[in-house]
């Protein structure tokens, strides 16, 4: 799972950077404001690739999705893109959970196998 998550923030990362470039054309926002949201958010999805398998790791991960999409209020096509990085994200955790599933069941039939071959 931590791959899959991994790679969908990497990828929020810089989806946030150029974000708050178009952010920049707003003469309503200040340079302050939208690179210490920006910032903030980068930081996060930087710090959530080595805390996604860790308890509410996966629930942070959601909140950041909800922010992407909210961020849509201020850049319209955000809106689009937080809503397809969400079901990147379901599918990273929902396939990834599933993988590890399969590895550690590869893996216990693997030492079974050792194990019987052994004696």
Partial sequence: ???????T???EFFVIAFAGLVAMKDPDLTMTTIW??????MFLC??????VTRPGGVQIGWALQIGLIASGFFIPTMFFMGAMFAALWWASVHF????DEAK??????????AGAGAS
């Fill in 104 to 113: 550690a069941r590869f893996a216990a039939q693997a030492s079974t196998e």
């Fill in 9 to 11: 923030l990497i990828g």
């Fill in 96 to 99: 990834g959970r599933k993988i």
């Fill in 46 to 51: 930087v710090v959530l690739c080595g805390l």
């Fill in 36 to 41: 210490t949201v920006s910032g903030i958010a």
């Fill in 1 to 7: 799972m931590r791959t899959l998550c991994a790679s």
